[in-house]
């Protein structure tokens, strides 16, 4: 089984009586997260930048899907620690490399 992570960026609806929980209009995969902020910058619409987390192999394509959503702090914006699966349940640890993707692009453009 292979691991694979890459950037998405979501647009949004915020539909009535959604919560905090919109549906998804469209997918954006990109490559680093600098792509992906770049893309979320580029629409009207609502967006969330996701790192998607899939394991898979040639034969069967892709068997599992678990992500990490940025999330707003008072610091700017945080990758969580852990990909969850659809129920909110932590899967996997977030591979460090990603933590300092997000913190050297946050450095280097909040000159």
Not at 42 to 52: Q, Y
Not at 95 to 108: G, T
Request: charged share 30%.
């Amino acid at each position: 089984m292979a691991t694979m992570y890459e950037w998405n960026t979501q647009t949004l609806d915020f539909y009535e009586g959604c919560g905090s929980d919109p549906d998804i209009i469209e997918n954006w995969f990109c490559d680093t997260y600098a792509e992906a902020v770049s893309q979320s910058e580029s629409f009207d619409e609502p967006t969330r930048i996701v790192l998607e987390r899939f394991i898979g192999n040639d034969e069967e394509g892709i068997i599992d899907r678990t992500d990490a959503t940025l999330e707003l702090c008072e610091n700017g914006v945080k990758l969580p620690d852990w990909t969850v699966d659809c129920f909110g349940v932590e899967i996997a640890k977030v591979p460090q490399k990603f933590h300092r993707e997000v913190a050297s692009f946050h450095k280097q453009n909040s000159k």
